[in-house]
């Protein structure tokens, strides 16, 4: 039991469906991210959400757009997306922005 | 920026072999520095940390210390074991961040 829940693990879709992805930490936390974690590239930082507000976007598609309705729940909700999309994506969690963080197990998302 | 760089996998070894991988950042201010696990499957878990120079930060048999004059943070072992089989990440937070810089991460494989 890590703390934080992801659903679904694995997710295909075509370009044109539109899906979430679910996260869900028991923590206690105020801080939330989205990170995209690609084959040989360092974790990219997509969202950080602090007390359900949004403190950062790094030049994320807004195919991609996050929503965060209280502090224990973050979605990424995917619409259009294209083939260089399928990665891993992890939700994680901390105290407040910028505290070590306690990660999900990821979504393997594949994009047909 | 702040960025983190650490060396290329995949390293393989023999059990018992010592371990070294290493991590060197950039960053402005005073960085605290972290390395993090993701085994097979799974989330990134933080395996140790150091908030200031000279710190050495411990875990799992795992060693990290903090070196300013090299702007290192390189993670040793002094005996693998099949079950360290995984990627690590070096990742630095600055004090006046909402977020951490992760490095490319390092596969490590131990064979028997």
């Known amino acids: 039991e890590t703390g934080v829940t992801q659903t679904p693990r694995h997710l295909v879709m075509g370009m044109t469906n539109k899906k979430s992805l679910k996260c869900e930490q028991h923590l206690g936390h105020n801080a939330m991210y989205w990170y995209k974690q690609s084959a040989k590239k360092p974790l990219e930082l997509m969202f950080v959400y602090s007390l359900e507000e949004r403190v950062e976007n790094n030049s994320v598609p807004s195919r991609f757009s996050p929503e965060c309705p209280n502090s224990s729940h973050l979605f990424l909700h995917l619409h259009t997306l294209q083939p260089e999309d399928s990665a891993l994506y992890l939700c994680?969690?901390?105290?407040?922005?910028?505290?070590?963080?306690?990660f999900g197990d990821g979504t393997r998302l594949s994009i047909l | 920026g702040n960025s983190v760089t650490q060396m290329e996998g995949p390293v393989t070894l023999s059990e018992e072999a010592f371990l070294t991988i290493n991590c060197t950042y950039t960053a402005t201010g005073y960085p605290s520095l972290f390395w993090y696990v993701q085994y097979p499957g799974e989330g990134l878990q933080l395996l140790l940390k150091a908030t200031k120079a000279d710190d050495k930060g411990s875990n799992k048999g795992f060693e990290a210390t903090y070196r300013k004059e090299t702007t290192s943070f390189h993670l040793e072992k002094g005996s693998v074991q099949v079950s360290d089989s995984a990627v690590y990440f070096c990742a630095l937070r600055t004090y006046n961040n909402n977020d951490m810089r992760f490095g490319a991460g390092t596969r490590l494989t131990v064979k028997p």
């Open positions: 994680a969690s901390s105290q407040d922005p910028g505290q070590p963080q306690h």
